[in-house]
Nanobody, 123 residues
Framework: QVQLVESGGGLVQAGGSLRLACTAS?????MGWFRQAPGKEREFVTA????????RYADSVKGRFTISRDNAMNTVYLQMNGLKPDDTAVYYC???????????????????WGQGTQVTVSS
């Protein structure tokens, strides 16, 4: 396991943008972002393979969110554009072991998690 530290959350108006970052304490395999809104279960947002060329998005964020990574910095980014009030949630970064390069939409596939960062979108 590695330590994951997220940053970049905050309050934004609908239609605005935010960029989240997640830095790992060491090398990782695939990395992903999940989110949990109040009263709801944690849900998959997006994930990226180790090479950065295998990316998955939830249908709800396709065309609005972009995931990327910088392996030299052990960091994954989530650019969120066209934010909607329904995007309001705590966003969690997750990482798979370095021997697991493929992304997954299943939270159980990840063994390292960040503490979460709040994203609030006002209408």
């Amino acid at each position: 396991q590695v330590q994951l530290v997220e940053s970049g959350g905050g309050l934004v108006q609908a239609g605005g943008s935010l960029r989240l970052a997640c830095t790992a304490s060491g090398g990782t395999g695939a990395m992903g972002w999940f989110r949990q809104a109040p009263g709801k279960e944690r849900e998959f947002v997006t994930a990226i393979g180790w090479r950065g060329d295998n990316i998955r998005y939830a249908d709800s964020v396709k065309g609005r969110f972009t995931i990327s990574r910088d392996n030299a910095m052990n960091t994954v980014y989530l650019q969120m554009n066209g934010l909607k009030p329904d995007d309001t949630a705590v966003y969690y970064c997750a990482a798979r072991g370095s021997w697991l390069p493929s992304p997954s939409a299943n939270a159980n596939a990840y063994d390292s998690w960040g503490q979460g960062t709040q994203v609030t979108v006002s209408s």
